[in-house]
């Protein structure tokens, strides 16, 4: 079990940056991989960006390409997303999402994750 809280949502022009956190604990020595997912009223929850724990590899949806880096700290059990070049369209729920079992699943996939946050809001006005 890991419990995750993220942090570093608000509201921002289009154009602006953010930088979301998402700090980890428990038992955080079997994670695998985090994950950021985000979800917008009424539409389906959606990768964002990933990282595996070890080796720091990162993957971005074709959206995110470009303007977010992620990025993690082992130390601290924590998670980034850097935001930058915000849009209207970046207007969601960003959820933070940890991979701690060892099985079957591509870090784009929502269903790989077993652990999640509750969330924090981006809101990027135009």
């Known amino acids: 079990q890991v419990q995750l809280v993220e942090s570093g949502g608000g509201l921002v022009q289009a154009g602006g940056s953010l930088r979301l956190s998402c700090a980890a604990s428990g038992r955080t020595v079997s994670t695998y991989a985090m994950g950021w997912f985000r979800q917008a009223p009424g539409k389906e929850r959606e990768f964002v960006s990933a990282i595996s724990w070890s080796g720091g590899n990162p993957y971005y949806a074709d959206s995110a390409k470009g303007r977010f880096t992620i990025s993690r700290d082992i130390a601290k059990n924590t998670v980034y997303l850097q935001m930058n070049s915000l849009k209207p369209e970046d207007t969601a729920v960003y959820f933070c999402?940890?991979?701690?079992?060892?099985?079957?699943?591509?870090?784009?996939?929502?269903?790989?994750?077993?652990?999640w946050g509750q969330g924090t809001q981006v809101t990027v006005s135009s």
């Open positions: 999402a940890a991979k701690t079992r060892r099985r079957v699943g591509a870090p784009r996939d929502v269903t790989a994750y077993d652990d």
